[in-house]
């Protein structure tokens, strides 16, 4: 998946949910939701950053998940904690 950038669209796209230092890589999000790559389980209320790395550029922000994630869930609502 590549986000479009003047000059063209980005090399390298990669996706987080960072929880107790742990990075658990993310299949895709669109600002509401986020697809794990793989099944994971947590608890409603968990909280921690949505860290997403374009061409090398770091941008994360804090977010919790108000149900949590059951193993096989597909989309993964979450709340943008600190907005700004």
């Known amino acids: 998946m590549g986000i479009f950038r003047d000059g063209g669209y ?9 929880v107790n230092g742990e990075q658990i890589p993310l299949a895709k ?3 509401r939701t986020f697809v794990f790559a793989k099944p994971c389980e947590l608890a409603p ?3 921690g950053e949505l860290l997403v790395i374009v061409d090398g ?9 108000p149900h ?3 193993a096989g ?8 904690e600190a907005p700004f």
């Open 29 to 31: 999000t669109n600002g």
């Open 73 to 80: 869930q597909i989309n993964i609502p979450f709340v943008v």
């Open 10 to 18: 980005s090399a390298s796209v990669e996706g987080y949910f960072v």
């Open 45 to 47: 209320g968990t909280a």
């Open 68 to 70: 949590g994630a059951a």
């Open 57 to 65: 550029e770091r941008d994360s922000r804090r977010v919790v998940l």
